[in-house]
């Protein structure tokens, strides 16, 4: 009888903790990439439509390998996670996401009915491993990686370079994204600009150039650059340049548009470009890990997102640009302040001349200089450990000697200490 309660205690324990978990959603979305009152909103959105009720713990983070070693090394139970396009081929390679599914009951579909058929085709190019992409994340924001500068220090023809980072002119205002693998694309960009002349190596092969001797000259690039830089920023560098405190920051087009709006107001001007080597383009979707205990309310929150008023909501408090290609998010994002360019690629044919921001959605000419970021595989720690060289070498020999002279002093008033005590020792005993 007594075994009959406990396994009976057990069991209503077990359903009462499952049923907890099924009305929880766990998000893991970077910082600062989000309008936070669409977190409740969800909540009761969700509700509506499926009569449960659900409860968003909502975590954040500030780079993609950080997101990438807690589900893949730690496991961890996150419903529903925003990687960019090279970890999202990673992470089907590795077999760690689940298909998003598109069953909705009476709900519309947001997702298919206003994905821009060019982050489709995008998404089509991620290398799945025999798995397409599109089945597996579905886009929120994509952009550039260029450089935002402030005119009044530097030239545009000083900033269309990427070699801007590592101008002398600019030494301790210079920031860069602390992002290893946007950083190390844009270099290679650079330093094989010949060779794309020539036409001996395209863009996307550059996506893959790994070997020793490339990490090497990337190495050797990046640490002048670090003798110059005032910062690495996963995302205070906007910030920074609103102050005036960094006049070059290797950024994304979002943050660049976020700190441009900002500066405008604080009578500041920034602009961004991205340099005529050639630049990457990317995209982060949210995906739903192998490990999720929610994939129903994970594929809901997806849907949601992609609900035109709420792309609309997150763009204008985030300044990122959505993967939407609906209708109403060209109406609101078109701009009469602003010269008109080519968006056919992203809206389709009648997108030939429209007025919009050309940092949140670059002319089609720029676009055709960009290219994308694929997964290292097994080379990618190989990146990540010249990256903290990097990093590492003034902060070595900085924090060296600061650890020399405090043993020194340390040492030294140990001695002191002893030398006092021990001659006050002598005088007593001389007494
Ligand atoms: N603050 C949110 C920034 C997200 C930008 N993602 C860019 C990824 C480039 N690989």
């Known amino acids: ?205 550059l996506m893959n150039y790994t070997s020793d001797a490339d990490i090497d000259a990337v190495e050797q690039y990046m640490k002048e650059v670090s003798a110059l830089a005032a910062g690495w920023e996963a995302d205070f560098g906007k910030d920074q340049m609103v102050q005036e405190r960094g006049w070059v920051n290797l950024t994304w087009s979002g943050d660049a548009v976020w700190a441009i709006d900002e500066a405008q107001e604080a009578g500041v001007e920034l602009k961004y470009v991205c340099p005529r080597e050639g630049a990457t383009v990317w995209f982060d979707g949210w995906v739903i890990p192998k490990y999720a205990q929610n994939p129903k309310a994970a594929r809901y929150w997806i849907n949601f997102l992609s609900r035109p008023d709420i792309v609309i909501r997150n763009v204008e408090e985030v300044g990122y640009v959505s993967t939407s290609g609906a209708p109403e998010i060209l109406e609101a994002f078109t701009d009469d302040s602003f010269e008109p360019i080519d968006l056919t690629y992203f809206f389709g044919e009648a997108a030939d001349s429209v007025c919009a921001n050309p940092v949140l959605y670059p002319d089609k000419s720029v676009i055709d200089n960009c290219t994308m970021e694929h997964d290292w595989g097994e080379n990618t720690g190989k990146l990540i450990e010249m990256w903290s060289r990097v990093k590492g070498d003034n902060a070595n020999s900085l924090t060296y000697i600061i650890l020399a002279v405090a043993v020194l002093a340390i040492v030294g008033a140990i001695v002191a200490a002893r030398r006092k005590k021990s001659s006050r020792r002598r005088k007593g005993s001389r007494r």
């Open 1 to 205: 009888m007594k075994r009959l309660t406990v396994l009976l205690a057990a069991a209503i324990l077990a359903a009462g903790c499952a049923s907890d978990r099924s009305s929880i959603l766990k998000v893991y979305n970077w910082s600062d990439y989000i309008d936070e009152s669409a977190i409740p909103e969800f909540e009761q959105w969700y509700q509506e439509q499926t009569g449960e009720s659900v409860k968003v713990i909502y975590q954040t983070f500030d780079i993609n390998e950080t997101m990438l070693s807690k589900i893949e090394k730690g496991h961890e139970d996150y419903d529903v996670v925003c990687p960019s396009d090279y970890i999202i081929e990673r992470m089907l390679a590795s077999d760690l996401l689940l298909p998003i599914g598109r069953d909705f009951g009476d709900t519309p579909n947001y997702i298919d009915d206003n994905l821009s058929p060019y982050i489709r085709s995008c998404f089509d190019k991620i290398d799945g491993k025999g798995k397409n992409a599109n089945d597996y994340a579905v886009g929120y924001m994509w952009g550039t990686t260029g450089i935002l500068y402030n005119p009044k220090y530097v030239s545009d023809e000083e900033a269309s370079t990427w070699d801007v980072i590592r101008n002398p002119k600019f030494a301790d205002k210079i920031f860069i994204k602390d992002s290893p693998r946007d950083v190390y694309s844009q270099i290679i960009l650079y330093l094989k600009q010949k060779e794309l002349a020539e036409g001996s190596v395209t863009m996307d092969g």
